[in-house]
């Protein structure tokens, strides 16, 4: 089992940013990709960032590459999702995901391959 926990969502106006935290425990953090999503309301859920293991890889969605990053600190069993320049269409609950991998490299964008997800943090941005 791994328990997430993601933190850092508020109220941003529009061209601000935001750093979104996620803190793992539990199993061992660096035997997880990671991934952040996020859920609109009427919409799917959809992928914005995942980093690999090792943070060799990592992989964007078109709407937020250049806008957005994301890194991992293994020591700390945490990885973050840096929210540049954000839009108000930015606005969801964004998810923070663990995917068990034995590649160090793989990044999968399917939310259906993640195994455990936390409970999500509000990101509001207002016009």
């Known amino acids: 089992q791994v328990q997430l926990e993601e933190s850092g969502g508020g109220l941003v106006q529009a061209g601000g940013s935001l750093r979104l935290s996620c803190a793992a425990s539990?199993?061992?953090?660096?035997?997880?990709?990671m991934g952040w999503f996020r859920q609109a309301p009427g919409k799917e859920r959809e992928f914005i960032a995942g980093?690999?293991?090792?943070?060799?890889?990592?992989a964007f969605t078109d709407r937020v590459k250049d806008r957005f990053s994301i890194s991992r600190d293994n020591a700390k069993n945490t990885v973050y999702l840096q929210m540049n320049s954000l839009k108000p269409e930015d606005t969801a609950v964004y998810y923070c995901?663990?995917?068990?991998?034995?590649?160090?490299?793989?990044?999968?964008?399917?939310?259906?391959?993640?195994?455990?997800w936390g409970q999500g943090t509000q990101v509001t941005v207002s016009s």
């Open positions: 995901a663990a995917d068990w991998r034995l590649s160090t490299t793989t990044v999968r964008t399917n939310p259906r391959d993640y195994d455990y």
């Open positions: 539990g199993r061992t953090f660096n035997d997880y990709s």
């Open positions: 980093i690999s293991r090792n943070s060799g890889r990592t």
